[in-house]
C-alpha cells in the first residue's frame, strides 16, 4: 500500500487554505517529499511526524514556493529536540549540488553533522532507490525542472511546474496516478498550465486518475465544478494507491 498526503496544494501566492506544493509520500516503512515550500515544515508536524522521519526529499525545482522550508528543514535536522541520525537523500534537476551548496554558505548550521546527506543530480534518468524506481524528465518550466514517475508495485507522476510538456506525456502514459499542477483554470500563464492545456496533454497519455494541484486562488469558485474531469486537491486530503 502507498499513501499520498497533500501537505500543501497552494504557490507562490499565500493563502490560509493553501500553503505550498508538497507531497508526503508513505512506501512501505520509508517517507518521501516531494517539494518543501513555506509553511511544509509545519504542516509535517501538524500531521504528527517530525524532519527525522523523512528519507527522501525530491525538489522538482529550485522556485522558493519549492523549496523555502529545506533551510529550516536541514537545521532542524541538527538541532531539534534529537539530532538526526539516520540517512537523507535529496534529488533534483540540473544544479541540485550547487543548490545545495549556495544554501550552505548562506545558512551554514545546516550541513549535516550527525548523519549522511547524500545531494544527487537526477535527469532523464532512472535512480532505485529502496525498491523504488524514480523516472526524471525534464519538463517546461525552469531551466533545472524535472517531473518524476515513481515505480514500486503501483506507478506515480508528480509533475512539477509545467507548460504543455512532450516528456510528461511519455512519463504519465497509463500511469496509475497522475499528480499535476494546474495552476489557473482558464488564465493561460507561461511555464503552467490551465485546464484546456492540461486535457490535450491527458487525452494523450491517459493516465488512470488524476489530481490537479499548485492552485491559484482563482481556482476557489470552481472546487465544486463537477464538469472537471479531474479530483481537485486540498491540502489535508490523503489517497491510498495499491
Not at 493553501?18 to 520509508?30: T, W
Not at 538541532?79 to 538526526?84: A, D, M, V
Not at 496533454?201 to 488524476?210: G, H, R, Y
Request: glycine fraction near 6%; charge should be positive.
Amino acid at each position: 500500500m502507498v499513501k499520498i498526503k497533500f501537505l500543501g496544494t497552494g504557490t507562490s501566492c499565500p493563502t490560509l487554505e493553501r500553503v505550498s506544493s508538497s507531497y508526503l509520500l508513505y512506501v512501505g516503512e520509508k517517507k518521501l517529499l516531494i517539494d518543501i515550500g513555506p509553511s511544509v515544515l509545519r504542516r509535517l508536524i501538524e500531521h504528527g511526524l517530525n524532519v527525522n522521519e523523512v528519507d527522501l526529499i525530491v525538489l522538482t525545482h529550485f522556485h522558493v514556493d519549492h523549496s523555502g522550508d529545506l533551510p529550516a528543514f536541514l537545521f532542524a535536522c541538527n538541532y531539534g529536540l534529537e539530532p538526526r541520525r539516520r540517512p537523507l537523500y535529496l534529488l533534483g534537476g540540473d544544479g541540485i549540488k550547487q543548490f545545495f551548496r549556495n544554501l550552505c554558505n548562506c545558512y551554514p548550521w545546516i550541513k549535516p553533522k550527525h548523519y549522511d546527506l547524500q545531494v544527487l543530480r537526477v535527469v532523464n534518468e532512472s535512480y532505485l532507490w529502496n525498491e523504488v524506481k524514480i523516472i526524471t524528465k525534464r519538463v517546461n518550466h525552469n531551466r533545472e525542472s524535472i517531473a518524476l514517475r515513481l515505480d514500486m508495485g503501483v506507478s506515480l507522476v508528480f509533475s512539477g511546474d509545467t507548460d504543455f510538456s512532450r516528456n510528461l506525456i511519455e512519463l504519465s502514459s497509463g500511469v496509475d496516478l497522475l499528480v499535476v499542477e494546474c495552476s489557473f483554470p482558464e488564465r493561460k500563464v507561461k511555464g503552467h498550465l490551465n485546464l484546456h492545456t492540461l486535457r490535450k496533454m491527458i487525452d494523450k497519455a491517459k493516465p488512470k486518475q488524476v489530481i490537479i494541484s499548485h492552485l491559484y486562488p482563482e481556482w476557489d469558485k470552481r472546487m465544486r465544478d463537477s464538469s472537471i474531469p479531474c479530483i481537485i486537491a486540498y491540502d489535508g486530503l490523503e489517497i491510498d494507491i495499491g
